[in-house]
C-alpha cells in the first residue's frame, strides 16, 4: 500500500530546546495510524511540523508525493490535510455554522451545503446547534464541531490532536465511533494522536509509540496491544509476581 503521508528523521525545536528528536514515520493511504505516548512526548509536535504550524531544522516531509517540508499551515489544508489541534481552538463568539463554513475557506467552490449535510449526519447534535455561539458549547460538542470544521474540506488525511481530552466516557465512544465511520464509509486517512492508548489502539491499524521526542517502538496495533510493555505502562495491566507483588519497577524493553 503506497504512503500518503511521509516523515523522513524530523527535529523540531521550541527555541533551544529539542521537542522531537529524529522522528520517521509512514501513513499508507486509506488506514488510521496513532501516534502514541505521554503528555510531553512530542506527538502535538509531530503533527505541528506535519501541517506546518512549525517549521523542522532537519529532516522532511512528504504528502502525496511532493516535498510539504515547512509548507505554511493554509497551503498544507488546500492540498488535504485538515487538522482537529488539541484544545479545539475553537473561536468563542463564532456561531457552529461560522465555524463550518470557514472549514470550507480552502474549496474553490461556494456551495458547501454537501459537506454540512456530511457533518450534520455524523454530528446530528450540532444541527440543532447552528446558531450557538462555540463558546457557549460543551467540551463535546466543542469537539464534535472541531471535527465537523475539518471535515468541511473533504480533506485527504486528517491529523486528529487528543480528540479524546476532557470527553466523558459515553462520549468518548460516540467520538470513536464518528472517527471508525470516517475511515471505514469515507476511506479518509487519519493521523491521531492519543494518550487514551486503548481507544487508540482499538481504532487505528498500525501505532508508533514516543517517548522524550523519539519513536521507539511501531507496529501493527493488534500486536502492540499484545506487547507487555505496552500492556503494562499505556493499558494499565500490571503484572504479578509469584507471590502476588506487582513488579512496579520493571523497565521498559525498549529503554
Known sequence: MSSLLEVRNIETFYGPIMAIRGVSLRVAKGTVVAILGANGAGKTTVLRTICGALDPQKGSVRFKGMDVT????????????????????????????????MGAFTRRSKDSQREIDLVFSYFPALADLQGRAAGLLSGGEQQMLAIGRALMMRPTMMLLDEPSLGLSPQLLGDIANIINRMNTEQGMTMLLVEQNAKMALDLAHYGYIMESGRIVMEDTCARLSQATDIQEFYLGDKDKGVRGKRRWKQRKTWR
Do not use: I, Q
Not at 509548507?71 to 461560522?98: I, K, Q, T, Y
Open 70 to 101: 515547512g509548507m505554511d499551515p493554509d497551503r498544507a489544508a488546500a492540498m488535504g490535510m485538515g487538522h482537529v489541534p488539541e484544545g479545539r481552538e475553537m473561536f468563542p463568539f463564532l456561531s457552529v455554522m461560522d465555524h463550518l463554513r
